[in-house]
Each structure stands twice: as C-alpha cells, then as structure tokens.
C-alpha cells in the first residue's frame, strides 16, 4: 500500500475515479488518460492526472513536498529531481533522512 507523507501527516493518495480525482463520477470501466490505471486503483507516481491529497493540485507539479512509501515496490523516497530540474523547480520528493 502506498502512503504519501506531506508536512509530517500520513495521506492516503487519492484512486482514480475517487472523489478529488481529475476523473471523480466517471464510468465504472474508464481507465485514467495518462498511465491507465482502472476506477479505484493508485495512478502512477509520474502520471499527470494525479491529484496531491495535501493540496488537490496535479500531484507531479504541485509545490508540497512529498515522502512517498511503498512497501510493496520498496520504495522509501521518490526522487523526480531531474524532473524539476528541468522545470527549474526545487526538489518536490526529498528521501527519508532529509525529512
């Protein structure tokens, strides 16, 4: 189960199709326009139609900083840092120790 951590609080990432998705109240059978996952599974961690639980921005360009955890995957940090900085932005997931 993946877990977002924003400003020390623990958040649950908002599934496809979920009230606070880009695609809330859609078709029982749509799959989301960029990494298609189907209503009610986690989008991909770089999709564009993810929406930030904190802040309800498009998650891969909103400004909260985020700990992504993952134990099914192993993942402990999210690093799109080169992402960033192409976009001359700050580190938007910093690792764990850094938190």
Do not use: W
Not at 37 to 63: K, M, T, W, Y
Request: charged letters at 30%.
């Amino acid at each position: 189960m993946r877990k977002y951590i924003i400003d020390n609080i623990e958040l649950d990432p908002i599934r496809m199709g979920e009230l606070g998705d880009f695609d809330y109240g859609c078709e029982p059978n749509a799959t989301c326009h960029d990494c298609g996952c189907g209503v009610g599974e986690l989008h991909h961690l770089n999709c564009d139609a993810q929406r930030c639980p904190a802040c309800g921005h498009q998650f891969i360009s909103c400004d909260c900083y985020v700990r992504v955890i993952d134990e099914e995957k192993n993942i402990n940090k999210f690093d799109k840092s080169l992402y960033y900085k192409i976009l001359g932005k700050d580190y938007k997931f910093k690792e764990e120790e850094e938190m």
